[in-house]
């Protein structure tokens, strides 16, 4: 599924960091059956090439796939390989955005400062993300918005929940990325359905 396509189904991107090989399915089931439709595997997780080529296998045609913490155009030569369309990462690099543009891969560079954001676009990216949003806090977002190209589209992540979701819609975010918001290594697919269930309703009622 296309990247934006699926942020236009449910602007929600859940991030899985931390998850076992054996945990993936069941937990990315749970997630599609609340309404997500966009899930990341860092790549500082257990096995997270072959996590993310099961899901791809399984939910490649209905959900953006991919991997977060992409640091290398190598990694994201693998993330490729494995069935991955979405390159996450938390910093932004041109050589990493470049490569993901060549492989008609959509990244998603990490960025912070006007100066960063510019700097993503430049090399091709049009999702930017802004991390850790929580420490920069949504007027940080909002002034940033006043200058950034209106084609790209924001992202925020790091501390965002279903309570903060509006505010962050009103500074101009039109995605979000949730990590224990929505999966903590440990926890049961029914826990992953109930907190989805929760962060999904919090997104069906932005304007």
Known sequence: MK?????AECPLVAILRGIGLEETVPHVEALYDAGVRGVEVPLNSPNPLESIRRIADVFGTRMAVGAGTVLTPRQVEAV????????VSPNT???????AVQLRLDPAPGFATATE????????????????AS???????RQ?????????TIWAVGGVGPD??????????????????????GQ????????????????????
Do not use: M, Q
Not at 3 to 7: F, K, R, S, V
Not at 93 to 99: K, L
Not at 144 to 152: C, G, I, K, S, Y
């Open 3 to 7: 990247l934006e396509a699926a942020l």
């Open 80 to 87: 490729a390989a494995a069935g991955g369309r979405i390159i």
């Open 93 to 99: 690099s041109a050589d990493v955005i470049s490569r």
């Open 117 to 132: 954001a510019f700097a993503a676009c430049e090399a091709g990216a049009r999702h930017l993300k802004l991390f850790p």
């Open 135 to 141: 420490t920069y806090g949504a007027s940080h977002l």
């Open 144 to 152: 940033l918005t006043a200058v950034l190209p209106p084609e790209a």
């Open 164 to 185: 903060s979701l509006a505010d962050w819609w009103a500074a101009g975010a039109r995605a979000f990325g949730l990590g224990g918001e929505l999966y903590r290594p």
């Open 188 to 207: 049961t697919p029914e826990d992953t359905a109930a907190k989805a269930a929760r962060a999904v309703a919090a997104a069906r009622a932005l304007p």
